[in-house]
């Protein structure tokens, strides 16, 4: 089993930064990969990018290419999200996930264990 609790959120204006944390408890953090995702009002929930268990490799949706990071400190059973240069579009409920396993995924069926969110209000 794995709990994960994310922290981080807010209300920023258009232009600003945000960095999301999750923290992990259970399984070895280092053997698996993570994920955020996010959902917005009325929208089905949308992956927003991934990380392996090294943190070597990551991935991202386009609309958030260039602007947003993905890292993870194995130490500290942590994995981050910074974002930048945040746009209204950007608003959501975002999650952190966990697929159970090492590579990264991007389809949120894949995905065994989630976080309970955490709000990020971006105002134009």
């Known amino acids: 089993q794995v709990q994960l609790v994310e922290s981080g959120g807010g209300l920023v204006q258009a232009g600003g930064s945000l960095r999301l944390s999750c923290v992990a408890s259970?399984?070895?953090?280092?053997?698996?990969?993570m994920g955020w995702f996010r959902q917005a009002p009325g929208k089905e929930r949308e992956f927003v990018a991934a990380i392996n268990w090294s943190g070597e490799s990551s991935y991202y949706t386009d609309s958030v290419k260039g602007r947003f990071t993905i890292s993870r400190d194995n130490a500290k059973n942590t994995v981050y999200l910074q974002m930048n240069s945040l746009k209204p579009e950007d608003t959501a409920v975002y999650f952190c996930?966990?697929?159970?396993?090492?590579?990264?995924?991007?389809?949120?069926?894949?995905?065994?264990?989630w976080g309970q969110g955490t709000q990020v209000t971006v105002s134009s």
């Open positions: 259970g399984r070895t953090f280092s053997s698996y990969a």
């Open positions: 996930a966990a697929p159970g396993g090492p590579s990264i995924v991007v389809v949120s069926t894949n995905y065994h264990y």
